[in-house]
């Protein structure tokens, strides 16, 4: 059976988390396949609200075994630290149902201090947890492998040998204080006995799931708009966010993705520097963002950072869709639009007295774009008791059916709230409750 794929069709914290847990109970196999403990999903379930950093979103479905894809980069120490939250919330995380790619490379001390002498010198505005260093040492033939923990003492060898060359950089390029060597490898190494029953060669597992029939969702982190290649670089991440991520990071071929799901709010958001063209600033800006007192609120699960916010810019989000392949959308936080007159939405950038209608490369020409808006009518109803198309009001109809006509994907899921049962299933034509 062929790989569903749910990728973040903007900037990132789209909501991934609450669709692939909508998702994961109809799947077989929920697999990571980039980024790191600097990506958060929030999860609620009932009245308890759970954020993910590492663990993939099928984590809380019995019968659905994750997987972290070579793709990934791994905090040992983080991924601990989450597996002991995840069990203290009464979800076992046993190997049986997490495993981690021998491949995938890992995070250490001496990223995360290289990422903070980076950022200190005049960076992008990341997140500090070591990701872009990580990254770096894997394309530069330096990084270790997950793989290599399953003998705890040589991996501490190694991670003794990678403190002391980060030192040599931390000291005479940024003059900053050294890392003790010893106790990095020390703490390293326990962690190391504690995760070495995870390992596994996951694209050997994911291609006999796939000769099985088997059903696999393939979950991504940040999102198109943040990619290495296609993003807006260089405030983008250090990996690929886009179609081609999945098939990299879990070594699978491009016929096995029957199904390609982009996940998109109903506004925008983003977290550090960069371009973006509809942001607002003000009483607005404040009324999209939340109090932060919300976790539906518009504030980092990683970083706890406030979110920049805009209204939604469809020129971005066709432009995902077209990057990759988006069969259909599912559109989240349409609650969050309540109450306003008037809604707008972004077709087309003005440069000057250019008007471009498609998203550009050039991120230092995206930085002096200015949006084109289309207004749409408001609603005032409460949409988040709607369980199906028809409780929705007319305006939210047409809202949905203009990103549908723009950026050229049906919508086939809309939340409606940041709880299990607040989504709605929809076809592109309006359909009946059952």
């Not at 894997?138 to 399953?150: D, N, T």
């Not at 936080?333 to 007295?353: M, N, S, T, W």
């Not at 950026?407 to 940041?418: C, D, T």
């Amino acid at each position: 059976m062929p790989i569903t794929v749910l990728l973040g069709a903007q900037w990132g914290d789209e909501g991934k988390g609450r669709i692939t847990d909508a998702l994961a109970k109809e799947v077989d196999i929920v697999a990571r396949f980039n980024g790191g403990d600097n990506a958060g999903h929030s999860l609620t379930i009932g009245s308890q609200v759970v954020r993910l950093h590492l663990l993939p979103s099928g984590i809380f479905h019995d019968a659905c075994l994750n997987i972290i894809g070579n793709g990934v980069v791994v905090n040992p120490l983080s991924l601990l630290k989450e597996i002991a939250e995840v069990n203290s919330a009464g979800v076992s995380v046993t190997p049986r149902r997490l495993r981690i790619s021998h491949a995938a490379h890992v995070i250490l001390p001496g990223h995360r201090a290289l990422d903070a002498a980076y950022e200190a010198a005049g960076g992008i505005g990341t997140t500090l947890r070591g990701i872009g260093p990580a990254y770096s040492d894997k394309a530069a033939r330096f990084g270790i492998r997950c793989g290599s923990m399953a003998n705890p003492d040589d991996f501490a060898m190694a991670v003794r040998a990678h403190t002391l060359r980060v030192n040599a950089i931390l000291t005479r390029v940024y003059d900053r204080p050294p890392l003790d060597a010893e106790s990095v490898a020390e703490e390293y190494r326990a962690a190391a006995h504690q995760l070495a029953p995870f390992l596994e060669d996951t694209a050997a597992l994911l291609h006999n799931a796939l000769a099985q029939g088997q059903r696999i969702l393939a979950e991504g982190a940040q999102a198109a708009l943040l990619d290495i290649d296609h993003g807006t670089y260089p405030f983008v991440t250090s990996s690929n966010a886009t179609i081609g991520g999945v098939l990299t990071g879990l070594g699978v071929p491009p016929r096995a993705i029957g199904r390609v799901i982009g996940v998109a709010k109903a506004f925008n958001t983003r977290v550090g520097g960069g371009p973006f063209v509809t942001e607002l600033e003000g009483d607005l800006a404040a009324r999209l963002r939340g109090s932060g007192a919300n976790p539906w609120d518009e504030y980092g699960s990683t970083t706890g950072r406030p979110r920049r916010v805009g209204w939604l810019d469809l020129v971005a989000l066709r432009h995902a869709v077209r990057l990759n392949g988006i069969d259909e959308l599912a559109l989240t936080k349409l609650d969050v639009l309540r109450g306003l007159p008037e809604l707008h939405v972004c077709i087309a950038y003005r440069f000057g007295d250019r008007v471009i209608d498609h998203f550009p490369q050039d991120s230092a020409l995206l930085a002096r774009c200015t949006p084109v808006y289309q207004t749409l009518p408001g609603w005032q109803d409460e949409v988040s008791h709607a369980r199906c198309p028809e409780d929705l009001p007319a305006e939210a109809h047409n809202f949905i059916a203009t990103v549908e006509r723009f950026a050229g994907a049906p919508v086939s899921l809309v939340s409606v709230g940041p709880e299990r049962e607040q989504l709605i299933r929809r076809q592109s034509t309006i359909t009946r409750c059952n």
